[in-house]
């Protein structure tokens, strides 16, 4: 053999050479959720170190409580992420089907309306969603606008109608129609309790993840997020799946509205104003990349979780409030950078 072909040889060598760093950036590509599951079992252990109620029952359970909403709410957001796209409006559109659903069922006794059926209230908060996040995927596929700019402006158009059409009043416990409130219901096993709301979001869970997994649509949200010129010279009808995209999420925002009143059991517009950022919080920390194509709904679930648990846990420990909210930015700021490392994993 040939000095030339050894040098070949151990060259080649050399370069099919992986280091540790490298085995871990390949294993976290193509597993996304499960850098963020590390960090929650960490969290999990270190919490309870400081407080021995931690992992209590009862308290894990009022974690699962308090992340029903941002859970929920992040799943729709994830389907957009996955196409590179951005919801600021998400919170806004969850909070206005709310009132509809709500106000509509009422009535208004200074119009001397006795209100309708909730077979048609509900019916028409859902479409009350999926008609917003329509018309953000129709300004963001007709026009051309990026979709943060889009969702921006729509954050302040939902906001408005929001307020005009509910002027203002909360809408009590006692004026709810009772299957509004079905979601606030608790399951009881030993010490452990949870809502059906929480349940509900773990199946919206479930039935977008393998519409993600199994179905053509699944992989045209992935390939348009993860290239979109290559996506529609694959022949993908990439406005069509952006706009399914966006009225997917429009209709999980707006079910999400059905959980916010029954965890919060009154319908107001000033109710959980932080929802758009505490989603994109949960996303970002569950290991969806931000430039689309790569993530699990997996990921966002255990990211809720974790920014309830990281809450939970400082609140126990005695943690002032302001270093709460420095603990969930840091968390932001390392998973994102996790991510930028992670996409320069090798194919």
């Known amino acids: 053999m040939s000095q030339q072909n050894v040098t070949t040889d151990a060259a080649a060598e ?13 294993v976290l590509h193509r597993y996304p959720w499960l850098s963020s599951a590390i960090v929650l079992l960490f969290a999990a252990i270190t919490f309870s170190f400081f407080n021995e109620n ?26 957009i992420i996955l196409t590179a796209g951005i919801d600021l409006s998400c919170g806004a559109i969850a909070i206005f089907a709310s009132m509809v659903m709500a106000k509509v069922a009422l009535g208004d006794p200074y119009i001397q309306n006795d209100g309708v059926s909730i077979l048609i209230a509900f019916p028409l908060g859902l479409l009350i969603g999926i008609a917003a996040g329509s018309l953000n995927g129709y300004l ?68 977008l993840a393998f519409a993600l997994k199994y ?15 290559a996506a529609r010279l ?5 406005n069509r799946v952006l706009m399914s995209v966006y009225a997917v999420a429009g209709l999980i925002f707006a079910l999400t509205a059905w959980i916010i009143i029954g965890r919060v059991t009154v ?44 809450r939970n846990g400082l609140t126990l420990a005695g943690v002032d409030l302001y270093f709460q909210v420095l603990a969930v930015g840091v968390l932001i700021i390392f998973a994102v950078t996790v991510d930028q490392w992670i996409r320069k994993a090798r194919g």
């Open 267 to 310: 319908a107001s517009p000033n109710t959980a104003p932080d929802l758009n950022l505490d989603s994109i919080t949960a996303v970002v920390i569950g290991g969806t990349s931000l430039f689309g194509g790569r993530g699990t709904i997996l990921g966002s679930l255990i990211g809720a979780v974790i920014v309830g648990v990281f």
């Open 14 to 26: 050399f370069m099919d050479r992986v280091s540790n760093a490298q085995k871990i950036q390949a």
């Open 54 to 79: 931690f992992l209590t029952p009862g308290n894990l359970s009022l974690i699962l409580q308090q992340v029903a909403i941002v859970g929920a709410i992040a799943a729709g957001q994830t389907l």
């Open 215 to 229: 179905t053509g649509w699944g992989r045209h949200v992935y390939a348009v997020g993860n290239d979109l010129e």
């Open 140 to 207: 963001v596929t007709k026009f051309k606008l990026p979709p943060f700019i889009v969702t921006l402006g729509t954050l302040n158009i939902f906001i408005a109608l929001t307020l005009l059409y509910a002027s203002g009043r909360t809408i009590t416990t006692k004026e709810l129609n009772p299957f509004l409130l079905q979601l606030g219901h608790y399951i009881e096993f030993g010490d452990f309790r949870i809502t059906t709301g929480v349940l509900f979001m773990i199946l919206m869970y479930l039935v």
């Open 234 to 238: 694959a022949g993908i009808q990439v």
